[in-house]
């Protein structure tokens, strides 16, 4: 469990920080607050502090100073900082001590808590100890992957592109996507001169996404997806050992609002795709069957909630022979395999024998017929079930009880409270053994939920948002669009496209 300080001299602040928080959700069992940097320091020295929100204008030490000689003794505390002054001169010291990010004063709090969030996700992914490329930050890695993931406000993002020179007036982006086949793999000095090259052409930004992806974000002008898989193909001829990667590439859009759609079709195609092939896999986002898959993916849920395994071979079966009649056999294998291989990474994301093991009964499937593909999904049931038996009791409970009781408005903090248990101490435990906080399992659960309402029904969104136990309509969409990349009502209609033939 981990411990945050929190650094003011106005008491209206830290009374902010401390109650407009739900600090135990994270697993943090302990917050702290001093008035100023001297203090701040105090109880660094003598306390374990794992994430540091201070102040850039205190008494007796200033916030920047703080973080400046904490540094040389405690270099791996991750830091928010606070100030009510935007000059540039501020921001560009707090991005070269590598603090997480760097909020405006009066505080946004939902800024606030997607920043604490990514701090922490750091924290249980240890990113903070991992050693960066020259030029790297911390503090830039986070504004771009908040980009990617549509977690940043249009106005957040202006703001600290002046700080990241991001030039969000380019007329199209396009994100690139490079995963490891295997851990031995060295994929920097590649990554560098594909960067040298990228230059050249677009406007290019570089990060690593914690999901274990490599991602570039392109921007310019007529971007054209053959010549960026041209450029990728120059490169790679002096790098053999690219030959033990995935690279996919996001469709092109036009709005810097939408380079979340790029980035999640290109992290798409590398979820789904066989790792075992011999070469460079180089996939292309497909907009059309992407839409098919999401759909799948939610019905693969239902279906593995279902505890009659009668019912559930009836329903399976049903499901295929539908998929059958307007595709092929093999297109059909491809798109339920691929369907599978997402849910498992979105739910069983720690899980990486897991999703070997689903990878290699998929390279079996011949897919003779409607019931040598359910024989497939049965698998993948069984696996999925045998994954979960593994984790804690307590965890498993939880699970079940998010699967129930999605609809309903729950939280960490009641549900831990009808158990019995410390919230602190169950947030760390669920953390860690699922690779997601409780709220985001609750949100994912209620998306797939959410998704398969869409696709089924004709509700209004808001009544979309009503039945999966989301709070309001604009957090629906919110969350939505974190999700996939693009609106509730914009994913409808490009389903409907589909549907009519014209994706």
């Not at 985001?440 to 969104?461: F, P, S």
Request: hydrophobic share 40%; proline share 2%.
């Amino acid at each position: 469990m981990y411990s945050v300080l929190l650094a003011d001299d106005e008491r209206s602040v830290l009374d902010t920080l401390k109650e407009s928080i739900h600090w135990q959700q994270f697993g943090i069992d302990t917050v702290l607050e001093v008035n100023d940097g001297l203090q701040a320091l105090d109880v660094i020295a003598s306390r374990k502090i794992d994430l540091l929100i201070t102040d850039i204008r205190m008494p007796r030490m200033d916030g920047l100073t703080l973080i400046r000689q904490m540094r040389e003794q405690y270099p791996d505390i991750h830091c928010i900082l606070l100030t009510a002054h935007g000059e540039f001169e501020y921001a560009r010291e707090a991005i070269r001590l590598n603090v997480e990010n760097y909020l405006l004063k009066p505080l946004n709090l939902e800024e606030l808590e997607e920043t604490i969030e990514k701090a922490l996700d750091n924290l249980y992914d240890h990113v903070g100890a991992r050693k960066r490329w020259e030029g790297e930050t911390l503090f830039g890695d986070n504004i771009l992957l908040r980009w990617l993931d549509h977690t940043i406000s249009q106005e957040e993002l202006s703001e600290r592109a002046t700080h990241l020179d991001l030039n969000l007036f380019l007329p199209q982006y396009c994100v690139i996507c490079i995963q490891k086949k295997n851990e031995s793999v060295v994929v920097r000095p590649f990554c560098c001169a594909l960067r040298e090259k990228l230059d050249m052409e677009y406007e290019t930004n570089f990060l690593w996404d914690q999901r274990d992806h490599h991602v570039f974000i392109l921007g310019g002008q007529d971007l054209k997806i053959e010549q960026i898989l041209r450029l990728i193909h120059q490169t790679s001829k002096y790098f053999p050992e690219m030959d033990r990667t995935a690279i996919s590439i996001g469709e092109i859009v036009s709005n810097p609002a939408e380079v979340s759609i790029s980035y999640q079709g290109a992290r798409r195609q590398l979820d789904t795709a066989d790792l075992s092939n011999e070469g460079m896999i180089l996939l292309v986002d497909n907009e059309g069957e992407s839409i098919l898959t999401d759909t799948l993916i939610t019905q693969f849920d239902s279906l593995f909630q279902l505890q009659d395994g009668d019912d559930r071979q009836q329903q399976t079966l049903a499901l295929i022979s539908s998929l059958l009649e307007s595709m092929t056999i093999e297109d059909t294998v491809q798109l339920v395999g691929g369907a599978l291989m997402q849910l498992f990474t979105q739910r069983l994301s720690e899980k990486q024998k897991v999703k070997r093991q689903l990878q290699s009964r998929l390279r079996m499937s011949a897919g003779a017929g409607a019931e040598d593909i359910a024989e497939m999904v049965n698998y993948a049931y069984l696996l999925y079930q045998h994954t979960i038996s593994d984790l804690s009791p307590v965890v498993q409970r939880a699970i079940s009880f998010i699967q129930e009781h999605y609809a309903e408005q729950i939280s960490i903090k009641e549900y831990c409270a009808m158990c019995k248990m410390s919230t602190p101490y169950f947030g760390h435990l669920f953390k860690t053994e699922t690779g997601m906080f409780f709220n985001n399992y609750l949100n994912q659960c209620r998306m797939c939920n959410a998704i398969a309402l869409l696709h089924e029904t004709d509700c209004k969104v808001n009544d979309v948002a009503e039945r999966c136990g989301f709070t309001t309509p604009s957090y629906f969409i919110s969350c939505f669009k974190k999700q996939m990349g693009i609106s509730p009502v914009k994913y409808r209609a490009m389903r409907a496209k589909r549907e009519n033939g014209k994706i």
